[in-house]
């Protein structure tokens, strides 16, 4: 018996390797190996503390990994930064940025470092602060900046340079529905337009919505990880999600809080 045909394999736009990270005596990446098509928008959940930010960080050139390789498109971050760096963007958990800078400094400040020319940079800061309803927020210091809005502002500059692979670390966290939605047709004209989306969420129904694949992370290893449908297995993503990395253990009753 012959397996039925499946169409030729799909490029892989991130590859990990025996990711691995240890913060003294806690191991917060544990081996990792993931492959991440091309084209795919790719979610990555797991409870808090699992080890999705410092995967993320050291895929993305952030943090030098203890043990292991990532490769976009080939290229090993570790090895050759430069070439890496330049095809990704990335939007980083809890962003450090010259918040001294107004929105539109800080995007041009992004495009600038990427070598773009003046002109375009220019054209794209608008373009992005339209397209994220940032205009009147442009030549506000990103220091007096909301959380949705320095989120916003992150994505912008995570964008600038047009980059094949976009590593999001929980894009959606504090923004509102309006803005939300603008994201989620930003992202998802990219992906169309044969980009590769890479994004960490708390939030289920939200993946569900917009992932066509899924990695489960938990303890710092992978639990599981496919396309959508694979990783669910029928059940919800949630039910899957809870019955992969367990339930609370301790569901002890704060019976002081009982008001009667
Ligand atoms: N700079 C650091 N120094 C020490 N320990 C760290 C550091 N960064 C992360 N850790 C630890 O590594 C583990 C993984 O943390 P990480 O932030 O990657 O998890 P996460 O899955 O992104 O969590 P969350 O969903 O809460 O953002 C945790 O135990 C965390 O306390």
């Keep these: 018996m012959t397996d039925a045909p499946t169409g030729p394999p799909r490029a892989i736009a991130l590859s990990l390797r025996g990711l691995t ?78 918040d001294r800078l107004t929105g539109g400094e800080l995007i041009s400040y992004a495009g600038l470092m990427r070598g773009l020319p003046r002109e375009t940079v220019r054209e794209r800061r608008d373009d992005l602060l339209a397209a994220l309803d940032l205009d009147a927020a442009g030549s506000t210091l990103v220091t007096d900046y909301s959380a949705g809005m320095t989120k916003k502002i992150g994505l912008a500059c995570a964008l600038v340079h047009a980059p094949r692979v976009l590593v999001l670390d ?45 990695a489960v992370v938990g303890h710092g290893r992978i639990l599981a990880a496919g396309t959508l449908d694979e990783v669910r297995g029928g059940e919800d993503l949630e039910a899957r999600f809870v019955g992969l990395v367990g339930d609370i253990e301790d569901q002890r009753d704060l019976t002081w809080l009982r008001q009667s």
Excluded at 39 to 65: E, R
Excluded at 68 to 73: D, M, V, W
Excluded at 190 to 213: I, K, N, P, Q
């Design 21 to 98: 990270k240890r913060f003294g005596a806690t191991l917060a990446v544990d081996r990792v190996d993931l492959d991440i098509p091309t084209h795919s928008f790719y979610g990555v959940v797991g409870p808090n503390g699992a080890g999705k930010t410092t995967t993320l960080s050291m895929a993305t050139g952030l943090l030098q990994p203890d043990a292991g390789h990532a490769l976009i498109h080939g290229v090993d971050m570790w090895r050759d930064p430069a070439a890496a760096k330049a095809m990704v963007g990335v939007l980083p958990d809890g962003l450090h940025s010259f």
């Design 170 to 214: 929980e894009p959606f966290e504090a923004v509102d529905p309006v803005s939300a939605g603008a994201i989620r047709r930003i992202l998802q004209e990219f992906v169309a337009s044969g980009g590769t989306v890479v994004m960490s969420s708390h939030v289920m129904a939200l993946v569900e919505r917009l992932c066509d694949h899924v």
